[in-house]
């Protein structure tokens, strides 16, 4: 992080269902290269802003920019220039790992050759070379969704978007996948992720926390724990959303 | 009151549960832990009369899960992980269809779902399609108790819930076992063991260990350090080549160090840590957290295959 270069900014965001405003007026930046933790309740506003930020939904008002892009007018640049991945939607259950990386890479644009090396560089990474053959519907939670992961950010993408990637996963994965998101960061990938394991709010460089539509604090963790006078996230969240 | 021996599930070729034996007591509130595909649901749903064991058997209140099934669903409730309730039925609709179902009415059993019922009342002509995640969650609970059970089958209701609401559920589920129900619920949120009476903690269809929370975290066989540093990112690395290491894991901002018994002290990690170039650490003996036993566990499990 340290460098203060938004890839993501966001001004008076509102998106209203009827008279339901589920994001009502949310102002954030997040840095190039940082792990933003995105937290809050169920039903609090989440899901609505990812869906904006990645293009899939249209705002009711505000002005934003993701990677450089404007959110009304360009969402098709905005999709080639992220990667996301969430619990609920990981890969094509009935086709092999190469067979999924082969239908993304293709999704993405990405040149063949590229394709390839970029291929062989994570099942190597993975130690998935010897499974390459197989349905993804045979693998392990874990497996899956470190290799939806590793999928997501396949083709580059200046931002990646989590949206709980590791609910359920067992403790020794859950910390794995944590490991990935490390190594992505250091290729300069910025991390926008959703999480309800709070030890996992601990991990990102910057949280918001968002209640009925708000964001209701966003700072470091340190700062925060300083702020709410807890000895950890959890105790800050309990004391935020209470 | 709940009774397993040496049940076995296969699907296929893939072996779903081995050889599990558990025995629950009356009035318990005993947790069942483990990542997804652990074998957890396949378990309750056979305790539960909807899938038949490949091998073993299994009792409710001395009542056989498959000679007896009839009688075994009398007794118990059950909210699966998926929400299963009917969407297109208000809220209250489907609550007194539960209640028809099994010959009783919502006013017989009202002060079993009182606390949690009250609290999505004001939208009971609202379709229980249209709940939020945690309406939801109460409904199916309130369904899952209108007639009085004995014993409370729980498949994961906290999964994907927020940390404020999970809390809620937990002191409902006290409140519950307090009124006599025997309580067998699962979860994939090691945190959440410490609210049960006793836990099985489960992976890949076979059970690891069943005990007291506090006993768990008390007969941890080795030795644990929290470690924090600026950044915990490299001092785990760094650890990861310190000698008689078992694992070297991050717990929020710290670290927890495992390392086999009698071989380390503050001082000696500390020194090594200085040696390899790192600063402004604190290194503190400390207790396991249930999640410190899973892990342990876990990683002996995968050595011996």
């Given at each position: 992080?340290?460098?203060?270069?938004?890839?993501?900014?966001?001004?008076?965001?509102?998106?209203?269902?009827?008279?339901?405003?589920?994001?009502?007026?949310?102002?954030?930046?997040?840095?190039?290269?940082?792990?933003?933790?995105?937290?809050?309740?169920?039903?609090?506003?989440?899901?609505?802003?990812?869906?904006?930020?990645?293009?899939?939904?249209?705002?009711?008002?505000?002005?934003?920019?993701?990677?450089?892009?404007?959110?009304?007018?360009?969402?098709?640049?905005?999709?080639?220039?992220?990667?996301?991945?969430?619990?609920?939607?990981?890969?094509?259950?009935?086709?092999?790992?190469?067979?999924?990386?082969?239908?993304?890479?293709?999704?993405?644009?990405?040149?063949?050759?590229?394709?390839?090396?970029?291929?062989?560089?994570?099942?190597?990474?993975?130690?998935?070379?010897?499974?390459?053959?197989?349905?993804?519907?045979?693998?392990?939670?874990?497996?899956?969704?470190?290799?939806?992961?590793?999928?997501?950010?396949?083709?580059?993408?200046?931002?990646?978007?989590?949206?709980?990637?590791?609910?359920?996963?067992?403790?020794?994965?859950?910390?794995?996948?944590?490991?990935?998101?490390?190594?992505?960061?250091?290729?300069?990938?910025?991390?926008?992720?959703?999480?309800?394991?709070?030890?996992?709010?601990?991990?990102?460089?910057?949280?918001?926390?968002?209640?009925?539509?708000?964001?209701?604090?966003?700072?470091?963790?340190?700062?925060?724990?300083?702020?709410?006078?807890?000895?950890?996230?959890?105790?800050?969240?309990?004391?935020?959303?209470? | 009151?709940?009774?397993?021996?040496?049940?076995?599930?296969?699907?296929?070729?893939?072996?779903?549960?081995?050889?599990?034996?558990?025995?629950?007591?009356?009035?318990?509130?005993?947790?069942?832990?483990?990542?997804?595909?652990?074998?957890?649901?396949?378990?309750?749903?056979?305790?539960?009369?909807?899938?038949?064991?490949?091998?073993?058997?299994?009792?409710?209140?001395?009542?056989?899960?498959?000679?007896?099934?009839?009688?075994?669903?009398?007794?118990?409730?059950?909210?699966?992980?998926?929400?299963?309730?009917?969407?297109?039925?208000?809220?209250?609709?489907?609550?007194?269809?539960?209640?028809?179902?099994?010959?009783?009415?919502?006013?017989?059993?009202?002060?079993?779902?009182?606390?949690?019922?009250?609290?999505?009342?004001?939208?009971?002509?609202?379709?229980?399609?249209?709940?939020?995640?945690?309406?939801?969650?109460?409904?199916?609970?309130?369904?899952?108790?209108?007639?009085?059970?004995?014993?409370?089958?729980?498949?994961?209701?906290?999964?994907?819930?927020?940390?404020?609401?999970?809390?809620?559920?937990?002191?409902?589920?006290?409140?519950?076992?307090?009124?006599?129900?025997?309580?067998?619920?699962?979860?994939?949120?090691?945190?959440?063991?410490?609210?049960?009476?006793?836990?099985?903690?489960?992976?890949?269809?076979?059970?690891?260990?069943?005990?007291?929370?506090?006993?768990?975290?008390?007969?941890?066989?080795?030795?644990?350090?929290?470690?924090?540093?600026?950044?915990?990112?490299?001092?785990?690395?760094?650890?990861?080549?310190?000698?008689?290491?078992?694992?070297?894991?991050?717990?929020?901002?710290?670290?927890?160090?495992?390392?086999?018994?009698?071989?380390?002290?503050?001082?000696?990690?500390?020194?090594?840590?200085?040696?390899?170039?790192?600063?402004?650490?604190?290194?503190?003996?400390?207790?396991?957290?249930?999640?410190?036993?899973?892990?342990?566990?876990?990683q002996k499990h995968n050595q011996t295959i």
């Amino acid at each position: 992080m340290i460098n203060k270069e938004p890839v993501i900014k966001v001004k008076n965001m509102v998106k209203k269902f009827g008279t339901f405003v589920a994001n009502d007026n949310l102002n954030f930046e997040v840095y190039k290269g940082e792990i933003f933790g995105f937290i809050g309740a169920n039903g609090a506003g989440k899901t609505t802003a990812i869906r904006i930020l990645c293009g899939l939904s249209t705002p009711t008002s505000g002005e934003m920019n993701v990677a450089g892009y404007d959110i009304y007018h360009q969402t098709e640049k905005i999709k080639k220039n992220i990667g996301y991945m969430s619990q609920k939607f990981s890969l094509y259950e009935d086709l092999t790992i190469a067979e999924n990386i082969r239908f993304f890479g293709g999704v993405y644009g990405m040149k063949i050759t590229e394709r390839k090396a970029r291929t062989e560089e994570m099942l190597e990474r993975l130690d998935l070379m010897a499974f390459k053959n197989r349905k993804i519907g045979d693998l392990p939670l874990g497996w899956k969704q470190k290799l939806a992961f590793s999928i997501a950010i396949l083709h580059n993408p200046k931002i990646v978007f989590l949206d709980e990637p590791t609910g359920g996963v067992d403790p020794i994965t859950r910390r794995q996948f944590w490991n990935l998101i490390y190594e992505a960061v250091q290729k300069g990938i910025t991390v926008f992720v959703t999480t309800h394991y709070m030890d996992e709010a601990e991990y990102c460089d910057r949280v918001s926390i968002m209640s009925e539509g708000q964001i209701v604090a966003l700072d470091t963790p340190e700062n925060l724990k300083k702020q709410y006078n807890a000895k950890n996230m959890d105790e800050v969240f309990l004391k935020i959303a209470r | 009151m709940i009774e397993v021996q040496n049940i076995r599930k296969q699907y296929g070729d893939v072996v779903a549960l081995e050889n599990v034996s558990l025995s629950i007591q009356r009035g318990e509130l005993f947790g069942l832990i483990g990542p997804d595909g652990a074998g957890k649901t396949s378990l309750m749903r056979i305790l539960m009369s909807l899938l038949l064991p490949t091998a073993g058997s299994a009792s409710m209140d001395n009542l056989d899960v498959v000679k007896e099934y009839k009688k075994v669903r009398l007794i118990t409730g059950y909210m699966p992980g998926r929400f299963s309730l009917y969407p297109d039925l208000t809220v209250e609709e489907n609550l007194k269809f539960f209640a028809t179902v099994f010959g009783t009415t919502i006013e017989e059993n009202y002060h079993l779902i009182k606390d949690i019922y009250q609290q999505i009342e004001p939208f009971k002509t609202r379709r229980a399609g249209q709940l939020s995640g945690g309406m939801k969650q109460k409904l199916a609970l309130s369904c899952a108790l209108i007639h009085k059970p004995e014993i409370l089958i729980l498949d994961e209701p906290t999964t994907g819930v927020d940390a404020v609401s999970r809390k809620e559920f937990w002191e409902m589920l006290k409140r519950l076992k307090n009124m006599g129900i025997t309580i067998l619920v699962s979860t994939p949120y090691m945190d959440e063991a410490t609210l049960c009476d006793r836990i099985a903690l489960i992976q890949e269809g076979k059970i690891m260990s069943v005990a007291t929370p506090e006993e768990m975290m008390h007969s941890f066989p080795e030795e644990l350090w929290t470690v924090s540093s600026r950044k915990i990112y490299n001092t785990s690395k760094i650890l990861e080549i310190i000698p008689s290491l078992i694992s070297v894991n991050s717990f929020g901002q710290v670290l927890h160090l495992v390392t086999a018994k009698g071989q380390h002290t503050t001082e000696s990690i500390r020194e090594f840590l200085t040696k390899n170039g790192e600063h402004d650490i604190t290194v503190e003996s400390d207790k396991a957290t249930i999640e410190d036993v899973f892990i342990l566990l876990m990683q002996k499990h995968n050595q011996t295959i």
